[in-house]
């Protein structure tokens, strides 16, 4: 499988935003579930969002419902991202996971369920 491949994370202040992106190069992302994860030092990796490519449905965890959107653009290989009133405990690095085809998100979101992930970008929100 090809792995996808994130970017977009860095250092941003309390309240802030960034963009990240799950990037599949020339490899179709339709009827795929896309996911992203986080994972703090010394704790659990964290389902936060999918997006289920066939209808665009969405999942969202209640820690970031709200404050972070995820999107596609016109069946692009690329899932974003948005993170938006970012604060310290998002702090972790953030790992795009995609399934398929034809699959679909499930809730709650579960690593197991993922067997094709990126290298992770690193998130750190600090004043």
């Known amino acids: 499988q090809v792995p996808p491949v994130e970017s977009g994370g860095g250092l941003v202040q309390p309240g802030g935003s960034l963009r990240l992106s799950c990037d599949r190069s020339?490899?179709?992302?339709?009827?795929?579930?896309v996911a992203w994860f986080r994972q703090a030092p010394g704790k659990e990796r964290e389902g936060i969002s999918c997006?289920?490519?066939?209808?665009?449905?969405?999942i969202y965890a209640d820690s970031v419902r709200g404050r972070f959107t995820i999107s596609r653009n016109n069946n692009e290989n690329t899932v974003y991202l948005q993170m938006d009133d970012l604060k310290p405990e998002d702090t972790a690095v953030y790992y795009c996971?995609?399934?398929?085809?034809?699959?679909?998100?499930?809730?709650?979101?579960?690593?197991?369920?993922?067997?094709?992930w990126g290298q992770g970008t690193q998130v750190t929100v600090s004043s």
């Open positions: 996971a995609v399934r398929g085809p034809w699959y679909r998100c499930r809730s709650p979101l579960q690593s197991s369920d993922y067997d094709n």
């Open positions: 020339a490899f179709t992302l339709d009827y795929h579930a």
């Open positions: 997006l289920t490519t066939s209808d665009y449905s969405r």
